[in-house]
């Protein structure tokens, strides 16, 4: 596998995506560049492989891998996905086990099925039904307070499970992060660069794994409060959110990269 300039991890919803449309159109520009210079775009996302394997073929990522269900499990093209839902069911036990007053405040995608999943994120019947499709974590509506998050996520630690903030979900994952599964293609590929970018909590730890990390402006959700790098610029925030501020900042991105001779262009 030749080296490429550099890999782009990048979450979706919100950041590459639409926060209520789902789309990418603003990014195309950037999109693009990046495939004009061999630059493999990974995405990673809270979102189940049926999910990303229906994105990644629309976005024509190639043979590029995806981080699924918030950096639980990794997708490769061509592989199908695993019908393994074990962790998933693990989560569900877990959850049920609770006392009630603890668990009362998440409502998991597993509470409120295919339905459910569709009203509360706006994806048609057929993209909430993959929505529905996890093996690893399990997304949900949280409504109570911070001291009750805290006891949640500590009450569910023992058992491995960790609970992260999204941009419209707290997710509950057994498995890898993010940044582990980020620096584990990273090796794969020998990337002298890596590029992350998110809006959301939960991306704080890859954005921050980074050799430039990029904070896309939210406002829609939890934003990501200061994080280490930014004080020396190696992370950075954009002016526009979603896919136009993905777009601003590859763009800037590859600006730099071309300057230091650091990327070929295909054709």
Known sequence: MATPPALVFSDLDGTLLDHHSYGHAPAAPALA??????????????????????LHAELGLGTAPAIVENGAGLWQPGEGSSQDASDY?????????????????????????????AIATGLPPEAARAAARRQ?????????????????????????????????????????????????????????????LGDAPNDA????????GVIVRNDHGTPLPPLDGEASGRVLRTALPGPAGWNAAILDFLKQLDRRGGARTDG
Not at 33 to 54: C, D, Y
Not at 91 to 112: K, V
Not at 176 to 194: D, E, F, N, S
Not at 205 to 212: G, N, P, Q, S, V
């Open 33 to 54: 560049a990046l495939r004009a210079r061999g630059i493999p775009l990974i995405l990673a996302s809270s979102k189940t492989a049926a999910e990303i394997a229906v």
């Open 89 to 117: 069911r693990r989560i569900r036990a877990a959850l049920q086990a609770l006392p009630a007053a603890l668990r009362r405040p998440f409502t998991g995608f597993g509470d409120l099925g295919e339905k459910g999943i």
């Open 136 to 196: 690893h974590s399990e997304p949900g509506l949280w409504t109570g307070d911070d001291a009750g998050l805290l006891a949640f996520a500590a009450a569910l630690a023992p058992q491995g499970i960790t609970a992260r903030r999204g941009g419209r979900f707290l997710t509950l994952s057994l498995g890898g992060t993010k940044a582990q599964m980020m620096a584990q293609v990273a090796r794969r590929y020998g990337a002298p660069l890596t590029v992350a």
């Open 205 to 212: 730890e890859m954005i921050e794994a980074a050799d430039l």
